[in-house]
């Protein structure tokens, strides 16, 4: 165990979204790599702003108060970091953190990442907020890129998505939940215009169609399943697992258009492929660089769809085959602990001396021989690599819930009794 | 039985301080069921807590710093405080059904972490977030208005425990015990104490009131060179009655020492505590930032020479802008014809004299000469906190005042008797 502390993390999750799950996978992928890391539980301040919007008073009042309120929860980061001496904060798309906030933590030299998994032709809120972040990372290419360039963001990196091995993977599955959750084709997903047009030619096919919004569906109403409720994670992996061919149509808001064009690849090709799950997705310009043509099956149009479909059912072993090398490629290169390696390479490569700052509190090599053996044997229980420095335990221990062992007491206790009386 | 732990990590004087809450604690509860009171000090004052609190539990753990600076980085003393990790073990062990952790310091609230965040109240942490209660938090605003305020450190301890324990059984009343006077050279922290040349003058006038024959010095060893200066300050006459005990007495020898005297002449010390405890008279000399509302000596009978100049009390971190100006007071002669008990001399204007008493609150100072400039405010300060902990049968309730300047949105908002012991979220208004 060496005296160096650990690369700090603090990932700041949006109060609710599609980014919310994909913050706590970096989390967990960042804590996999070996750093220090801690979150922004934005969500547990949602309660509180939605009371808002039950208050029944002037709208210009109600701006006011949830203007206010944002501003607190900004505050409440920048006390975090204040505390937790982050090297990094990581902001999700809709993470509360004001102009203002990052502002200061650029002054403060704090570097600030921000991974906008959003399309930025539908959420165009980026332009006033990309320039006050020290890195941009994102899921798409051109003109994207040319234009956070133009809004003055120097640094843009591109980061598809990805998935987590450990929640999308394979599953031994019940013959219950094989009827459950089986099917000859499925999809899960919200009932955007185009996939409610596209599911309807499909009346000749086994089809289950779980996810929400899907309210005023008449023709699909019989291959809703659940009620159209929201499905869990835990759900959509069973459902992955037991389906034959499972549907992947991006979503577009032009019933018109049943197959979107479009750049970016959604987080549904990778976890079907991390799942080991045989999909047929629909094409987009980066899916190439992302899977090659034998590891998913791919459709343009909804006859494309249909035939491939009908072929693919007819061809167990070629679904297999495909879908195992999709678990290959996604295990390689599509974690997001692949995901995370890349963009804290990115930023070490642009910010000299990123995360490698000595803090005041570490200094491994003074503790005795005896309390240092102790500690390595705690690491592990921690989720702390063998090299994590005295300040990085102290930092781990102090974010654990409830009543700690004498171990970790005796550990907290010491932290004070340095910093009482003049420690390094 | 149901066990209680009291965490006072600080130094003699706040260990003994802590009396009151102890016995607070030791009350049978609401449904008559008494407590096994356990308490954890520096291991350097465990076996005097012991001596002085029989019948509380006493544990000890390193928690007092280095000897020497920057020794916070020596192997040896590091190995010695993480050594308390076995500590930490046998209380974790002892299912307790309520922890007072006394001091705002991260060491308290480091050992907060032992014990179930249900069972902690004062300075704690629960998941890595220091918190403190509402009733220590009311406390430190108090510290914004010292002058006006006067609680004693001892009555805002036992305010931690649900009921407190009538003031005057906490120390007997003072008497002389036969053993001579008694002088404590110097504190903690010089610009709190008296020098020799000052302090002499008022010891001999006191010897020559009280008739006693014996004036004993007490300090530690570093003080040897203010008694030889004390000594020299004497009479040659009274010369000869000093026993120099400086750096003579261990613990338990000062007990000793102290219990058989007549008088205690002190600044602000463990040992003027320690004096109050035995119910030996003390006669206290308070100047800078040591203040006798606050820290003054426990139960009736005692005496306390309070500098209250405009400036009192000041901040102990801050250098002094008035040239010690509270220092000067001391040296004034009427103070020697007042310790020899004239009954006409009056104090130097910024002196006032007070006797020590007991109200329904606590212990209070109440003047006998001099201008006491602050009796008003902190006569309706103790009513206002008096009001707030429920002690004040018959008294009047403090103004609305205080309240508006002490009290926050958030005590209106979310303390709800939590100074009653339970979880201010689920108890209900009667």
């Given amino acids: ?424 | 039985m149901k066990r209680v732990l009291v965490v006072q990590l600080a130094r003699l004087g706040d260990l003994i301080q802590t009396k009151r809450l102890l016995l607070s604690v030791a009350l049978a509860d609401a449904d008559g069921d008494a407590c096994e009171v356990h308490l954890l000090t520096d291991a350097s004052l465990s076996s005097l807590a012991r001596l002085l609190f029989p019948g509380v539990e006493c544990h000890g753990l390193c928690a007092h710093g280095p000897a020497s600076p920057g020794g916070a980085d020596d192997p040896a003393a590091l190995a010695r405080v993480f050594a308390n990790r076995t500590v930490f073990a046998e209380l974790s062990g002892l299912d307790f059904a309520r922890v007072y952790l006394l001091n705002h310091s991260g060491l308290a609230r480091a050992v907060s972490t032992l014990f179930s965040p249900e069972t902690v109240r004062g300075h704690f942490q629960v998941s890595g977030q220091p918190q403190k209660d509402p009733w220590p938090a009311l406390a430190f605003r108090f510290a914004a208005a010292r002058r006006e305020a006067g609680l004693n450190l001892a009555d805002y301890w036992a305010a931690f425990a649900p009921r407190m324990v009538a003031p005057d059984l906490v120390n007997p009343l003072a008497a002389p015990k036969g053993g001579g006077l008694g002088v404590v050279l110097a504190g903690r922290e010089a610009r709190r104490s008296l020098p020799p040349e000052i302090l002499a003058p008022l010891a001999a006038a006191a010897v020559s009131r009280h008739a006693v024959r014996r004036i004993a010095l007490l300090g530690t060893a570093a003080q040897a060179p203010a008694a030889r200066a004390f000594r020299r300050q004497l009479h040659p006459s009274l010369a000869g009655q000093v026993a120099d005990l400086t750096g003579k007495t261990d613990m338990a020898g000062l007990v000793r020492e102290i219990s058989g005297l007549d008088a205690l002449f002190t600044p602000d010390t463990g040992a003027m505590h320690l004096a109050a405890h035995l119910g030996t008279p003390v006669t206290a000399f308070f100047l800078s930032s040591a203040w006798c509302h606050e820290t003054g000596p426990y139960g009736e009978g005692h005496t306390v020479w309070q500098a209250a100049t405009p400036c009192a009390p000041c901040l102990e971190s801050a250098p002094c802008g008035q040239g010690m100006a509270c220092l000067t007071l001391f040296a004034d002669p009427a103070m020697v014809r007042l310790a020899a008990g004239s009954g006409k001399a009056a104090p130097p204007a910024g002196m006032v004299g007070f006797r020590t008493e007991t109200d329904a609150l606590g212990v209070v100072c109440r003047s006998f000469a001099g201008e006491d400039p602050t009796a008003g405010a902190r006569a309706a300060f103790r009513a206002f906190v008096a009001e707030h902990l429920g002690v004040m049968p018959g008294g009047r309730p403090g103004g609305p005042a205080l309240g508006d300047r002490f009290y926050l949105e958030t005590d209106w908002m979310l303390d709800r008797f939590s100074r009653l012991g339970g979880n201010p979220q689920k108890m209900e208004t009667t």
């Fill in chain 1, 1 to 424: 165990m060496s005296d160096r502390a650990l690369t700090r993390i603090l990932v700041v999750l949006p109060m609710y979204g599609g980014s919310l799950p994909v913050g706590r996978y970096c989390a967990k992928a960042l804590a996999g790599l070996g750093h220090l890391v801690e979150v922004f539980e934005a969500p547990d301040f949602f309660g509180a702003f939605s009371a808002l919007k039950n208050l029944r008073v002037t709208a210009q009042r109600l701006d006011y108060l949830e203007h206010a309120f944002l501003q607190t929860v900004s505050q409440a980061i920048l006390a975090k970091v204040e505390t937790f001496e982050p090297d990094l904060v990581l902001a999700m798309a809709q993470a509360p953190v004001s102009r203002q906030a990052l502002k200061r933590l650029r002054r403060d030299g704090v570097a600030t990442a921000m991974w906008f998994v959003e399309d930025h032709q539908v959420f165009t809120y980026w332009q006033a907020f990309a320039p006050y972040y020290d890195f941009f990372a994102v899921i798409q290419k051109e003109p994207f890129v040319s234009r956070l360039a133009q809004a003055g963001v120097e640094n843009v990196l591109y980061l598809p998505m990805a998935a987590d091995p450990d929640i999308h993977r394979p599953l031994d599955l019940t013959p219950a939940e094989r009827r459950l959750y089986g099917s000859d084709l499925s999809f899960v997903g919200a009932g955007y215009p185009n996939r409610r047009m596209a599911f309807r030619e499909l009346f000749g096919f086994d089809l289950k169609i779980w996810g929400s919004d899907w309210d005023g569906e008449v023709i699909l109403a019989p291959r809703i399943q659940l009620g159209g409720r929201r499905v869990s994670t835990e759900e959509s992996v069973k459902i992955f697992g037991a389906t034959k061919v499972n549907l992947n149509l991006h979503s577009g808001l032009d019933p018109a258009v049943l197959a979107p064009p479009g750049d970016f690849v959604n987080p549904r090709t990778f976890e079907l492929a991390m799942c080991g799950a045989f999909q047929l997705v629909s094409g987009r310009e980066l899916l190439p660089e992302v899977f090659a043509p034998g590891e998913v099956a791919v459709f343009t149009d909804i006859n494309g769809l249909k035939e491939a479909a009908a072929h693919y059912l007819a061809h167990p072993e070629e679904r297999a085959a495909m879908a195992a090398r999709a678990r290959t490629r996604a295990l390689a290169d599509h974690t997001y602990g692949a995901r995370m390696q890349t963009l804290l390479d990115f930023v070490a490569a642009r910010r000299p001396g990123f995360g490698k700052g000595v803090r005041r509190e570490a200094g491994m090599a003074d503790l005795p021989a005896g309390l240092r053996a102790e500690l390595a044997g705690l690491l592990g229980e921690l989720g702390l690599p063998g090299d994590a420095g005295f300040a990085d335990v102290v930092t781990a221990v102090r974010s654990r819930q409830g009543r700690l062992t004498e171990l970790e007491t005796a550990i907290l206790f010491l932290d004070e009794w340095r910093k009482q009386y003049g420690g390094r």
